[in-house]
């Protein structure tokens, strides 16, 4: 398996786990990272052994938002010349496997970011989240102004951007930012435990269950209500619509083949 400099990629079975390590900095995100992330993640997606993926942090951190350091001393025409920074973050995008976000201490700035375009984010109960970009003089830049609304509306939305606040796991699971919340010592446990059981279904359908998701963020509902029943009749051209629909008939287990 290739080695990485900022994270550390490992399996548990159908499941690809990825683990930001540049504890020094709290996982701050620099290029090097998000270069590395996007690899990992090309290299599960692409793998048919892997089900579902994890991404998740320290204890401390999921990450502490971009790299403060390396952004200092950038002007205008640097950001804007290279696309900093989302040149290499748009990897999460277009990974078609579901990413689940194990999100443990602080998830800010761009690190909130990169939670939220994971599929899902289990949060343990020590977890913060926020958009303290304005803090320091800039504004969210890889999706913070706009995916944070469409999870959590606008009010609390505003409220996070523009204050810069953190918001805990209660605040964040009430507001509908994560999916669940448990205790620290659970939360690979329990992220784990949704991997799997994702990865035991079957591969074709999951990928077309996450696009049709997805697709309720993009465009006019009725897109997106065609979009979806597509989708639903392209599942009957597949092995595991046969198998699951007679082992349920049948009263049995079924045997997905993930074709
Ligand atoms: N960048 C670089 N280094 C960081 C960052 C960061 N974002 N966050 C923490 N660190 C470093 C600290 O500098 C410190 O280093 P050192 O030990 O060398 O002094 C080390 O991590 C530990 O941090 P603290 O001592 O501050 O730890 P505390 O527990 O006291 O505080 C906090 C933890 C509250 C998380 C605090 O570190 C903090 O506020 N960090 C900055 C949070 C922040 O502002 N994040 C937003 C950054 S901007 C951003 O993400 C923009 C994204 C836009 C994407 C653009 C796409 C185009």
Not at 22 to 40: F, V, Y
């Amino acid at each position: 398996p290739p080695t990485y400099e900022t994270l550390l990629t490992r399996t548990e079975g159908p499941v690809g786990i990825i683990t930001l390590n540049r504890p020094k900095q709290l996982n701050a995100l620099n290029d090097r990272l998000m270069d590395e992330l996007g690899a990992a993640l090309r290299a599960f997606d692409a793998d048919d052994a892997i089900g579902c993926i994890i991404l998740t942090g320290s204890e401390k951190a999921f990450a502490a938002g971009a790299d403060i350091a390396a952004m200092a001393q950038y002007t205008f025409s640097d950001v804007y010349r290279t696309e900093y920074i989302t040149r290499n973050w748009e990897a999460l995008r277009h990974v078609r496997k579901p990413v689940i976000a194990a999100v443990a201490g602080f998830a800010l700035g761009g690190g909130c970011e990169v939670a939220m375009m994971c599929d899902l984010i289990i949060a343990a109960d020590n977890a913060k989240f926020g958009q303290p970009e304005v803090k320091i003089g800039v504004v969210p830049g890889a999706g913070g102004t706009q995916r944070l609304p469409r999870a959590i509306g606008k009010a609390k939305a505003m409220d996070m951007v523009l204050t810069g606040r953190m918001m805990d796991a209660a605040e964040a699971e009430r507001a509908g930012l994560v999916s669940r919340v448990v205790p620290l010592d659970k939360l690979m446990d329990e992220a784990l435990a949704v991997a799997l059981s994702i990865a035991s279904l079957p591969r074709l359908a999951v990928l077309a269950a996450k696009e049709a998701v997805n697709r309720a963020f993009e465009g006019p509902l009725s897109d997106g209500l065609m979009y979806e029943r597509r989708l639903f009749h392209a599942m009957f051209a597949t092995a595991d619509q046969k198998e699951g629909m007679a082992a349920f008939l049948e009263k049995r287990t079924p045997h997905f083949q993930h074709r």
